[in-house]
């Protein structure tokens, strides 16, 4: 880990993933802990169709922002955990639905004290960093946005290859 701090800015998207790791394995460690049988990984989705059901794959894939084969994989868990049920769409026998099943239903109060306890175990953190990390989360994002990394490299590159400093990019 100390490499991957010398490198400073370079490797801030590594950074965040060893961190989003660390938050994945230690939520794992929590839902043993209280012999709950639920993946950090579910959560944004089964917490979505908590609050707003039946969503189709495509709702869900444009409310969460992730992509369709990664909403498919989530609900294939939560299907087979029998968290969640499938149905087709009465008008479009394409479209599946997904709704909490009743097992779902039934495991949301024990759920919601844990979440609850992460909510403000996070909030104390991000406290202790003296920062108001989500509006600078909600920054990056905003800037990224605006010009894509992708964008940004290619730009950067270029100059430099322009400059006579290194291959353009192909």
Do not use: H
């Amino acid at each position: 880990m100390d490499f991957i701090k010398q490198l400073g800015e370079i490797a801030f998207g590594t950074r965040l993933k060893l961190l989003t790791e660390r938050f994945m394995q230690d939520g794992a460690k929590i839902y043993r802990s209280q012999n709950i049988d639920f993946e950090p990984r579910c959560f944004t989705m089964f917490y979505l169709l908590s609050k707003r059901s039946p969503l189709s794959i495509s709702e869900i894939t444009s409310e969460l922002g992730f992509t369709q084969p990664a909403v498919t994989q989530i609900a294939n868990i939560l299907a087979e955990k029998r968290l969640v049920k499938i149905v087709k769409d009465k008008y479009d026998t394409r479209k599946r639905m997904l709704s909490l099943s009743p097992k779902g239903e039934a495991l949301l109060p024990v759920l919601e004290p844990v979440w609850e306890g992460f909510r403000e175990a996070v909030t104390e953190l991000f406290n202790e960093t003296g920062f108001d990390m989500l509006l600078v989360m909600e920054k990056i994002e905003k800037a990224l946005d605006s010009k894509d990394m992708f964008s940004r490299v290619t730009e950067k590159t270029a100059q430099k290859a322009e400059a006579g400093n290194l291959a353009p990019v192909q």
